[in-house]
């Protein structure tokens, strides 16, 4: 149990343009997702907390009005690159919550803005 | 601010032999605390989870507590080479739905 999928995998895109990664999880209900971002020789940072039905929580120095976080439901949240440029360029991974102890990872989304 | 603090590494260590991982962390009300595995250009993978001071055993791996010192460690017995990824400390302060604090990771290395 305690699987979580995220889509797409991997992602190269123009800058200027958005990009929409999913998370699911897809063996349990996740009332809280967490979305992270990993670059290169770097340990993961917390982004932003998603809870379903309400807004995402930022941590500071991250924009939300640039990265877009919608948790529609208990096993779906998705985080939305508005504009991206080159230095978005990164390893995004999202956890869910299980039973409001451990948190599963995906298996990530490698973005290249060009 | 919230720190995790990791020995980067490369620790190396044989086939067979154990394995110690350290980590500290700066906030004294941290109440969770984690290890994962990295492997290289792949997302974190749960070993274990300790919440209480002391030591709990899963396998060949051993996480311990001392909260008192805001030190938690990994061991990793007979060691093996796909044991060789980057180790990850990770500390959640509050409850459930905070996000965590994760260290640097430490690359251990397997020789056979």
């Known amino acids: 149990g305690a699987v979580v999928s995220q889509h797409p995998s991997w992602v190269i895109c123009k800058s200027g343009t958005s990009v929409k990664i999913e998370c699911r999880s897809l063996d349990f209900q996740a009332t809280t997702m967490f979305w992270y971002r990993q670059f290169p020789k770097q340990s993961l940072m917390l982004m932003a907390t998603s809870n379903e039905g309400s807004k995402a929580t930022y941590e500071q120095g991250v924009e939300k009005d640039k990265f877009l976080i919608n948790h529609a439901s208990l096993t779906l949240s998705t985080l939305t690159v508005t504009s991206a440029h080159p230095e978005d360029s990164s390893f995004y991974i999202c956890?869910?919550?299980?039973?409001?102890?451990?948190?599963?990872f995906g298996p990530g989304t490698r973005l290249t803005v060009l | 601010q919230k720190e995790v603090e990791q020995n980067s590494g490369p620790l190396s260590v044989p086939e067979g032999a154990i394995a110690s991982l350290n980590c500290t962390y700066s906030d004294r009300v941290s109440q969770s605390f984690f290890w994962y595995r990295q492997y290289s250009g792949k997302s974190p993978e749960l070993i274990m989870s300790?919440?209480?001071?002391g030591d709990k055993e899963d396998g060949r791996f051993t996480a311990q507590l001392n909260k008192a010192s805001q030190y938690v460690s990994l061991l990793i017995r007979d060691s093996q080479p796909s044991d060789s990824a980057t180790y990850l400390c990770?500390?959640?302060?509050?409850?459930?739905?905070?996000?965590?604090?994760f260290g640097k990771g430490t690359h251990l290395i397997i020789q056979p």
């Open positions: 990770a500390v959640r302060v509050g409850g459930g739905a905070d996000g965590l604090t």
């Open positions: 956890s869910a919550q299980r039973g409001g102890y451990e948190q599963f």
């Open positions: 300790i919440y209480s001071n």
